[in-house]
């Protein structure tokens, strides 16, 4: 029997997606060795919840589930910025062991505009996002222009004790 088609929202939706992070946690790397979770993901919103499950999947094999709750807040408010932001259809999404501890958060996509940090007024609806990210982080956070467009990142230091 075929298995059934990934659709959002349905009981089946799961088992299609851990083989998707499944393929993506057996092949990534990061450039430098490092044990890195990669997936690229339709620039929706909706895909900020395959985001949070790629976290998730990687925090949970490295034990670093103390900044999960952290970490999830941070990559859905990367992602939202490049729903908003980015060019073309598609995102990186990857969650990188840096070292023991810590853990990065990036989205890459196909805008060179980077991302700053902006005070929200009172009455508008977005624009808390960096600072949410900025408060989560301590402030480690940045954005690496490309060729092609630039990757945003957010670091996470678990605690050692």
């Not at 499944?22 to 990669?38: K, M, N, Q, V």
């Not at 690229?40 to 670093?64: F, H, K, N, Q, Y």
């Not at 941070?74 to 810590?102: F, G, K, P, Q, W």
Request: proline share 4%; glycine share 8%.
């Amino acid at each position: 029997m075929p298995e059934p088609a990934f659709a959002a929202g349905t009981a089946t939706s799961a088992r299609p997606l851990m083989n998707r992070v499944g393929l993506a946690i057996a092949e990534a790397t990061a450039d430098d060795g490092r044990p890195a979770y990669s997936m690229s993901l339709p620039r929706i919103a909706e895909s900020a919840c395959d985001a949070r499950l790629l976290t998730s999947s990687a925090l949970g094999v490295w034990g670093l589930g103390g900044v999960e709750d952290e970490a999830r807040l941070v990559i859905t408010e990367l992602m939202s910025n490049a729903v908003t932001h980015a060019r073309r259809d598609y995102v990186r999404v990857s969650v990188m062991r840096r070292d023991l501890l810590v853990v990065r958060l990036a989205v890459a996509d196909f805008s060179r505009d980077l991302p700053r940090l902006r005070a929200a007024g009172a009455e508008e609806e977005r624009g808390r996002g960096l600072a949410i990210v900025e408060a989560v982080t301590a402030g480690r956070w940045g954005a690496e222009p490309r060729r092609w467009g630039k990757q945003v990142w957010a670091d996470l230091e678990m605690s050692d004790e």
